[in-house]
């Protein structure tokens, strides 16, 4: 605790990895961020899992973005839900992989649309249903018709039948019929039909089809109430 910020950073890697957990966690806020993004970039998991969930939640922007994909899906569960996810960038969200699963719903919800666009199909279909679930429409517009048009029927069926029904022309577009036949009774029914191609349509089982053209058959029937 008595090493100034000067000396902190003066600290190698090497020496920094000697550190005992409760060394580590003596470190203050102030000497925390004396480390450089090259000393911060440059610990091992072990080390870096020292740190408490406290000091963790302190790393500043630079810090949190000199983090490695590696360092990042090597966080404990607890570590991970510390981290300030709005100060990760495009770049580290895209090396996510077993980190997501950690994600609290907060966590979640405060990805900007840019971030959610970065996940990888593989980050997407470790999230829960309760984090899909956590994604606002705004962010479920983020993701690409390459994103929608890869998801699993696993990943696909946790969004909600509000969620099925926010999808855009485009996603619903990407959607395959291994898809498309793999979702539930209510998401068929939630489905916007007008955005569905014709193709979509071919390549619905006859049961999906029937629950398609139900819900196909309500939609023209409100239009020609209308008029």
Do not use: M
Request: proline fraction near 0%.
């Amino acid at each position: 605790r008595a090493l100034n910020t000067t000396k902190i950073g003066a600290l190698s890697t090497d020496a920094l990895s000697r550190l005992s957990t409760a060394q580590i966690q003596a470190l203050s806020s102030d000497q925390l961020h004396a480390l450089s993004t090259t000393r911060v970039g440059a610990l091992s998991a072990i080390t870096l899992n020292k740190l408490s969930t406290t000091q963790i939640g302190q790393f500043s922007e630079d810090q949190a973005h000199a983090l490695t994909s590696t360092q990042l899906n090597g966080l404990s569960s607890a570590d991970v839900g510390a981290l300030n996810v709005t100060n990760l960038t495009e770049t580290q969200i895209g090396g996510l992989s077993t980190a997501v699963t950690s994600f609290t719903t907060t966590q979640v919800r405060a990805l900007n649309t840019t971030q959610i666009g970065a996940l990888s199909t593989d980050a997407l279909s470790r999230l829960s249903t309760a984090q899909i679930q956590a994604l606002s429409s705004d962010q479920l517009h983020a993701l690409s018709t390459t994103q929608t048009g890869a998801l699993s029927t696993v990943t696909l069926n946790k969004l909600s039948t509000t969620q099925i029904g926010q999808l855009s022309e485009d996603q619903v577009h990407a959607l395959t019929s291994t898809q498309l036949n793999g979702l539930s009774s209510a998401d068929a029914g939630a489905l916007n039909v007008s955005n569905l191609t014709e193709t979509q349509i071919g390549g619905r089982s006859e049961e999906h089809t029937s629950e398609l053209q139900s819900h196909l058959n309500l939609v023209c029937r409100l239009l020609l109430e209308k008029k």
